[in-house]
Nanobody, 121 residues
Framework: VQVVESGGGSVQAGGSLRLSCTAT????????WGWFRQAAGKEREGVSC????????SYADSVKGRFTISRDNSKNTVYLQMNSLKPDDAATYYC???????????????WGQGTQVTVSS
């Protein structure tokens, strides 16, 4: 199994980025997927999660209204559209297969290597 994130970069506050996560070697559509992030010196936190059918999504309060998660099972890819970025959003973003039950998202077995997001003020 291989999970690869892309789309990170450096933007100014207020800017946008779209992260992509492509997973191969597994039946992608059977899994919920989540985005998680970890900033330097801070604990990892959940950002957003999407169920296998796309009808269920969840967001951390800090990103609600700014970030949108989506998936394209035909491309084995999950996306995170990030708008109105803030310096506090700067972190390494990870994609992971997830357990998503009762609006609670926890990472499970498969992780990507991470993609760096930098937001300057």
């Amino acid at each position: 199994v291989q999970v690869v994130e892309s789309g990170g970069g450096s933007v100014q506050a207020g800017g946008s980025l779209r992260l992509s996560c492509t997973a191969t070697g597994l039946t992608f559509g059977r899994y919920a997927w989540g985005w998680f992030r970890q900033a330097a010196g801070k604990e990892r936190e959940g950002v957003s999660c999407i169920g296998w059918s796309s009808t269920n999504t969840s967001y951390a309060d800090s990103v609600k209204g700014r970030f949108t998660i989506s998936r394209d099972n035909s491309k084995n890819t999950v996306y995170l559209q990030m708008n109105s970025l803030k310096p506090d959003d700067a972190a390494t973003y990870y994609c992971a297969s997830s357990n998503f039950l009762a609006n609670t998202c926890t990472p499970s077995k498969y992780w990507g290597q991470g993609t760096q997001v930098t937001v300057s003020s």
